[in-house]
């Protein structure tokens, strides 16, 4: 470890402080990218539950100084135990309700909200590494995680972009679309590996859509051009690429 961070690990009002603002800091900062992209978890998400980490472990360090020095002999007496990463198992425990409630069924059977879920949970645990006074892997666990909310995204983004394999959710006016939207498919050198009918509710009315599960041509097309060239067709109300 690092000598310099020393006395900041000792457990004076000095170090408490650096340790909680410390935890709010890096927690702002992985929640402002994810404001940004107006997510269900922002700014203040991630800042809160850092801070809560943070101190959650900070009240454990303070019951076990408290109970090697003024309650010594009554734990001495009583013959009382003290496990301090209790407090870390419930924090664990404790956000996995908070981050199940980011994640929603979307439409077409789409999971949404894992990676804000993921997202809690590592800031979390930055967190107590923050109230733990482990500066160290406070630094490396911000860049880290930054590096794949954000810096990941585009590159993500990218190779979704140039598979081969892709998703289409259409909406259309009467079931016999299908043998239009299949042909525009295949015409464009794609196959077509799986078909899922549908009903989706629009203006109180229930119209047939379908998701088609698509292999482009290995001289495909972009995404978009696919994208676009079913959107032409009559009797096509909506279009959209399901993002697995």
């Not at 979307?106 to 967190?127: D, I, K, N, P, W």
């Not at 630094?139 to 990218?158: D, N, R």
Request: charged share 20%; with cysteine.
């Amino acid at each position: 470890m690092l000598s310099i961070f020393d006395s900041l690990r000792e457990f004076t009002f000095l170090s408490i402080l650096l340790r909680m603002v410390l935890a709010m800091l890096c927690g702002g900062a992985i929640g402002y990218g994810r404001t940004k992209k107006s997510r269900t978890a922002g700014f203040r998400t991630y800042m809160l539950t850092a801070i809560g980490a943070s101190l959650s472990v900070i009240i454990a360090m303070y019951e076990y100084e408290l109970m090697q020095s003024i309650w010594k002999d009554v734990v001495a007496d009583v013959g009382m135990k003290f496990d301090a990463s209790r407090f870390a198992s419930s924090v664990i425990g404790g956000i996995g309700f908070l981050s199940a409630g980011s994640i929603i069924a979307g439409r077409h059977h789409q999971v949404e909200g894992l990676t804000t879920a993921t997202g809690l949970f590592a800031s979390v645990c930055m967190g107590m590494a923050a109230g733990a006074g482990f500066f160290e892997c406070v630094t490396v666990s911000l860049l880290l995680i930054i590096l794949a909310l954000e810096v990941m995204q585009p590159l993500e983004a990218l190779y979704k972009r140039r598979k081969r394999n892709i998703t289409l959710a259409v909406e259309f006016d009467d079931v016999q679309t299908i043998d239009t939207i299949t042909g525009q498919i295949k015409g464009m050198k794609a196959e077509i590996m799986d078909i899922d009918i549908e009903r989706t509710e629009k203006a109180g009315d229930l119209l047939p859509s379908a998701v088609f599960s698509v292999r482009m041509a290995k001289e495909k097309q972009s995404h978009s051009e696919m994208l676009a060239s079913i959107a032409e067709l009559p009797g096509v109300f909506a279009v959209e690429e399901l993002i697995s």
